[in-house]
């Protein structure tokens, strides 16, 4: 049964489409983080690491939902075997069945939304979810031809044909509650998506970190990001504004991590 966690009327529900390991040792993934922070992202976070020391990172999207109503879906995997991912990453993905395990079903889908254009996180956009718009960034548009000139053709093409393409320009309201917010630096215009019912909050990252190793010191750069400088930027303020939050993440270990992390409950030592 996928996990789920709840923010007021709103049920978040992770999905995971896969698992596998990152396609370069990991220290190249973060070439700044010390060995302490190894250690510690090791302890909080101990699914991201084989026991040979590679990065074991799943593929997560999620989907939020108020009863029985309308979903939105944030990201859409690494997507079926024949997805743009399959190149590096461990397709076929298995969303549909997560989904219906979930007893959501692909034609309630009414918006996706795209953190950012990378392999990973549109995988089963389009035609499974043809009732949905598909929410998308300007800046990401713009920046496109810099790293995926294939997408015109492949994804935005269909989705600008069929109606189902909706961009936007930075924080947005989607529903009551539920705003995406601009987080560029991972790609240009890499959004995330903030569930707020006024007592509670939980933020759908995205890529604005993608390990534990960016929580414990969230200047730190990962070797992917297009603009690293801007990507802590981002990473730093969110982090900092909206703590304490529940952290709904793609990549690290488990789907909801608390941020800051809760001091340990007290408990009397030895005398
Ligand atoms: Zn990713």
Redo the contacts with the bound molecule.
């Keep these: 049964m996928p996990l789920t966690h709840t923010v007021g009327s709103i049920t978040v529900t992770a999905l995971v489409d896969g698992a596998g390991p990152f396609f370069q040792p990991r220290v190249e993934a973060f070439p700044d983080a010390t060995a302490e922070q190894w250690r510690e992202a090791d302890r909080r976070d101990p699914d991201t690491v084989t026991p040979d020391r590679r990065w074991w990172l799943p593929?997560r999207a999620f989907a939020l939902r108020t009863g029985d109503g309308p979903v939105t879906l944030v990201d859409a995997g690494i997507g079926p075997a024949d997805a743009l991912a399959a190149s590096w990453a461990p397709v076929p993905g298995r969303l549909p069945a997560e989904l219906a395990a979930a007893g959501i079903d692909p034609a309630d889908v009414r918006t996706v939304v795209l953190t950012h254009l990378?392999t990973?996180?549109i995988g089963w956009a389009g035609p499974l979810f043809s009732n949905a718009d598909h929410l998308v960034q300007r800046a990401e548009l713009a920046a496109l031809e810099l790293f995926h000139p294939e997408l015109p053709a492949r994804l935005l093409g269909p989705l600008r044909a069929a109606g189902q393409l909706r961009v936007v320009d930075g924080d947005t309201t989607l529903t009551p509650g539920v705003r995406v917010l601009s987080t560029p630096g991972h790609t240009p215009g890499h959004q995330s998506v903030l569930v707020d019912d006024g007592d509670d909050r939980l933020l759908v990252t995205g890529?604005l970190l993608?390990h534990t190793l960016q929580l414990i010191d969230p200047t730190l750069a990962y070797a992917h990001e297009e603009d690293p400088a801007t990507a802590a930027t981002s990473r730093t303020n969110l982090l900092n504004t909206l703590a304490p939050v529940t952290l709904a993440t793609?990549?690290l270990g488990t789907p909801f991590t608390p941020h800051p992390v809760p001091a340990p409950p007290a408990h009397p030592g030895p005398r």
Excluded: T
Aim: net charge negative; hydrophobic share 25%.
């Design positions: 593929f990378h990973d996180h890529d993608v793609p990549h």
